[in-house]
């Protein structure tokens, strides 16, 4: 793959893992304020899917090993919380760390493709 399609894919998968988590930090705050909205679960799973096609796309290039280790791992413990979140309708801190580790997992990717 082109050194640019993948700084696309690592600036797709930087933005939707911090929308993800922005969208994890701020959902559970919502029933204090008093605008009815609610949370969906498929919206975690949407964002799952999203950052799922593009750590694929980026596994199957000649990205470092660590990186890769570093994206699967977070990809797990992403689906991991959000099949816990859908089927027992709690949420779990895992989701925080899967996305923390897809944001530092897409940022060393992208270093490593400058150089």
Known sequence: MKKQTIATLDYLGISSASICLVHCLLFPLLPFIPIGISHNHYIDLFFA???????????????????????????????????????????????????????????????????
């Open 49 to 115: 899917l999203l950052g799922l096609f593009v750590v694929v796309k980026i596994l199957k290039t000649n990205t470092k090993w660590y990186i890769k280790i570093i994206l699967t791992v977070s990809m797990v413990i992403i689906f991991c919380s959000v099949f816990f979140t859908l089927l027992f309708h709690q949420h779990t801190s895992l989701l925080y760390f899967g996305g923390m580790g897809m944001i530092v997992g897409h940022v060393l990717n992208f270093k490593n493709q400058r150089h």
